[in-house]
């Protein structure tokens, strides 16, 4: 399948050879069989890749901390609503499932359009809402009525500016009180360093906002609470060669790799 996306819409197809790649590997850190098929099917170069390592590492990294992070909300709440903003092509759904959550994808009309042709959905729990994500009108699409909910935002929060992440927030604390919320970080010495990145283009997709702690988040929302992050290395330096070395010095640890931070909206 002949595919074309632009800017930032492109870079889903980093994660998806990511997490294909880490399938691959005897010691994976996930399986996404759906993602292996994906790059089988679809008409792209995905070679150009073939030297992002530290891209590939992250990605799978971050996918496992997702999963873990997750399916332990999942069993504490097992009629949980899970709302995947800009999901791309992400199939956490089939990997955490647990016969009765629900789980709504939501991202802009081109990658929604893509995702349905490549991934044929028909899980009766699984929900495709076609939106910006600063597009107030997606949140009456999930139905969260008395039930827990957990949002999920990887890979995307870097390309937005401070101020529509702020508009994010208040959108988010005003809809869905009490939810928690998965975040992928990037620390503001990353962003100034974009053009040292492996694999996304400054130009096609620059980064813009990044945090050094998801505590610093608080400051764009009195609704939000810090509860804790991890940083990719913790627990993982083993994957990252001489920056995992580097990462046992608190400053490089904190500064130089993304984090996932969770996060709490307060009840009304």
């Known amino acids: 399948m002949k595919i074309k996306l632009n800017g930032v819409e492109e870079t889903l197809l980093i994660a998806l050879w990511a997490r294909a790649e880490e399938t691959k590997r005897a010691d994976g850190l996930i399986r996404d069989d759906f993602a292996v098929q994906l790059v089988d099917r679809i008409d792209y170069d995905f070679s150009k890749f073939s030297r992002a390592k530290h891209s590939q590492a992250g990605v799978a990294v971050r996918s496992h901390i997702l999963d873990r992070e997750t399916t332990a909300f999942i069993k504490k ?52 809402i076609t939106a910006s994500v600063f597009d107030p009108d997606w949140i009456r699409h999930v139905e ?28 988010l604390a005003d809809a869905f009180a009490d939810a928690v919320m998965l975040i992928e970080i990037m620390p503001p010495f990353l962003i100034s360093q974009q053009k040292r990145h492996d694999s996304v283009d400054a130009k096609k997709a620059p980064f813009q906002w990044g945090v050094k702690s998801g505590k610093e988040i ?46 709490h909206f307060a009840p009304h």
């Not at 909910?149 to 890979?155: D, H, N, S, T, W």
């Open 77 to 128: 709440h097992p009629d949980a609503v899970c709302v995947n903003l800009a999901c791309g092509l992400d199939t956490r759904f089939y990997r955490v499932d647990n016969g009765q959550i629900d789980w709504y994808n939501l991202d802009l009309p081109d990658v929604m359009k893509l995702r349905r042709s490549l991934l044929q959905e028909e899980n009766a729990r699984t929900h495709d």
């Open 144 to 171: 969260h009525t008395g039930r827990p909910v957990l949002i999920l935002m990887e890979g995307s929060s870097m390309y937005f500016t401070e101020e529509q992440m702020r508009s994010l927030f208040s959108m």
């Open 218 to 263: 608080e400051k764009l929302h009195p609704s939000i609470t810090f509860l804790k992050e991890q940083t990719f290395y913790e627990g993982f330096r083993h994957r990252w060669g001489l920056f995992g070395v580097l990462s046992l010095i608190p400053w490089w640890n904190r500064n130089c790799n993304d984090k996932i931070a969770c996060l």
